[in-house]
């Protein structure tokens, strides 16, 4: 029986020894709280002072400096207008440009009026004709390409000789075109030729379809 005590013996000095302690800090508090107040009162100024302090601190501390932003209109200003360019080259006069002369005008003029005159009588030339060729050629090709090589040319280099013979680009241009003029002329006299040898064998073909009749000659 005596084993049952000392469990109870020991539980009970614990107990007793726990309540003398929590009556001293009671005392120990009672009799002393009056300090503990001063130094709670102590440590919270001292700690809200030194909030104080970084405040002004942060509050009164430098302040960066902000960029001043130039306008950009400064930055590419354009040269003044009264300054001088180095390497200014000298404006060239533009060159004058090269007509055709009044008598050139009349005979590229009369070559093409020929050229639509031979082209509206196609069908009366035989197939395949050079005649023909040649006619549609003039008109897209050779007789444009001469005025131009002659328009190419400036002016003054017009009137300049280009050959040995003296033979300016005037007169060189007149010969070229009166060369085609002549051809024209020429590819007219064969067309009418024919036109001539079809009618006088149109003549032969009647005389033999409606010839003698009775010894008779029909007029």
Same mark, same amino acid.
């Given at each position: 029986?005596?084993?049952?005590?000392?469990?109870?013996?020991?539980?009970?000095?614990?107990?007793?020894?726990?309540?003398?302690?929590?009556?001293?800090?009671?005392?120990?508090?009672?009799?002393?709280?009056?300090?503990?107040?001063?130094?709670?009162?102590?440590?919270?100024?001292?700690?809200?002072?030194?909030?104080?302090?970084?405040?002004?601190?942060? @509050?009164?501390?430098?302040?960066?400096?902000?960029?001043?932003?130039? !306008? %950009?209109?400064?930055?590419?200003?354009?040269?003044?207008?009264?300054?001088?360019?180095?390497?200014?080259?000298?404006?060239? @006069? !533009?060159?004058? @440009?090269?007509?055709?002369?009044?008598?050139?005008? %009349?005979?590229?003029?009369?070559?093409? $009026?020929?050229?639509?005159?031979?082209?509206?009588?196609?069908?009366?030339? !035989?197939?395949?004709?050079?005649?023909?060729?040649?006619?549609?050629?003039?008109?897209?090709?050779?007789? !444009?390409?001469?005025?131009?090589?002659? /328009?190419?040319?400036?002016?003054?280099?017009? +009137?300049?000789? /280009?050959?040995?013979?003296?033979?300016?680009?005037?007169?060189?241009?007149?010969?070229? /075109?009166?060369?085609?003029?002549?051809?024209?002329?020429?590819?007219?006299?064969?067309?009418?030729?024919?036109?001539?040898? $079809?009618?006088?064998?149109?003549?032969?073909?009647?005389?033999?379809?409606?010839?003698?009749?009775?010894?008779? +000659?029909?007029?």
């Amino acid at each position: 029986m005596w084993l049952l005590f000392v469990p109870i013996l020991v539980l009970l000095v614990l107990t007793f020894t726990l309540v003398g302690m929590f009556a001293g800090l009671f005392w120990v508090l009672g009799a002393g709280w009056p300090w503990l107040l001063i130094a709670l009162g102590a440590w919270l100024f001292w700690h809200e002072d030194g909030r104080h302090h970084r405040k002004r601190d942060a @509050r009164w501390g430098p302040q960066p400096v902000a960029r001043r932003s130039e !306008p %950009v209109a400064h930055m590419h200003q354009q040269p003044a207008q009264s300054e001088k360019r180095p390497s200014e080259a000298p404006r060239q @006069r !533009p060159r004058r @440009r090269t007509e055709l002369p009044i008598d050139v005008q %009349v005979k590229v003029e009369q070559i093409r $009026r020929k050229v639509d005159v031979l082209l509206g009588y196609a069908d009366r030339f !035989p197939p395949f004709s050079q005649d023909l060729y040649l006619v549609r050629q003039t008109a897209s090709e050779y007789l !444009p390409r001469t005025i131009s090589a002659f /328009l190419s040319l400036s002016h003054e280099s017009a +009137e300049k000789p /280009l050959s040995a013979d003296g033979k300016t680009a005037h007169q060189e241009l007149k010969a070229q /075109l009166d060369l085609l003029d002549s051809k024209l002329d020429e590819i007219a006299q064969d067309l009418q030729r024919q036109d001539a040898g $079809r009618l006088l064998a149109n003549r032969r073909f009647l005389e033999a379809r409606f010839g003698l009749r009775g010894g008779a +000659e029909v007029a």
